[in-house]
T-cell receptor
């Protein structure tokens, strides 16, 4: 069966520090991969989208970047965190015609 | 640009009540619509996926309908239970892609 792993579950980081969040998918090949952010009082916002290894589309300008070094691995990064980067980050995958499957999320607090 | 609106933003009902959550979208050229559930501090759980050729989908006490021409979907929950308390999110694909556009959700509280 298909599963998605996302870690860490919670993270508290100081302003200016780097960030690396990882997401891995099992049980499927060549999925589309996504990073979403959910900020307080706002809906889910798509940050990055990937259709294959090394192929990343950025949906909104921001302080973050994403990489896909392997077919089923998606990484969200920042060189220097801002207070506005705080939020709940969700990784997801999809294959055409099937429902999107989400990870359990990472609660990031930048202090 | 696709926009999704969910009404109401919050809903509190007594246990056992039947209820309806509403979702509207601006671009009717969608190929499916999904309803998700989110518990506090957790990820999203898929509830129902309705293809554009379908008018409704059912799973247990949940029934989702889709009216593409009017840009609307409803999620009907029968005989609500305290365990149904969560935020319910509606999402549609952006253009012809698999990228989803979400509503802000309806926070449901079912009181025992």
């Amino acid at each position: 069966s298909q599963t998605i792993h996302q870690w860490p579950a919670t993270l508290v980081q100081p302003v200016g520090s780097p960030l690396s969040l990882e997401c891995t998918v099992e049980g499927t090949s060549n999925p589309n991969l996504y990073w979403y952010r959910q900020a307080a009082g706002r809906g889910l916002q798509l940050l990055f989208y990937s259709v294959g290894i090394g192929q990343i589309s950025s949906e909104v300008p921001q302080n973050l970047s994403a990489s896909r070094p392997q077919d089923r691995q998606f990484i969200l990064s920042s060189k220097k965190l801002l207070l506005s980067d705080s939020g709940f980050y969700l990784c997801a995958w999809s294959v055409r015609g099937l429902t999107n499957t989400f990870g359990s999320g990472t609660r990031l607090t930048v202090v | 640009k696709q926009e999704v609106t969910q009404i109401p933003a919050a809903l509190s009902v007594p246990e056992g009540e039947n209820l309806v959550l509403n979702c509207s979208f601006t671009d009717s050229a969608i190929y499916n619509l999904q309803w998700f559930r989110q518990d506090p501090g957790k990820g999203l759980t898929s509830l129902l996926l309705i293809q554009s050729s379908q008018r409704e989908q059912t799973s247990g006490r949940l029934n989702a309908s889709l009216d593409k021409s009017s840009g609307r979907s409803t999620l009907y929950i029968a005989a609500s239970q305290p365990g149904d308390s969560a935020t319910y999110l509606c999402a549609v694909p952006q253009g012809g892609s698999e990228k989803l556009v979400f509503g802000k959700g309806t926070k449901l509280t079912v009181n025992p």
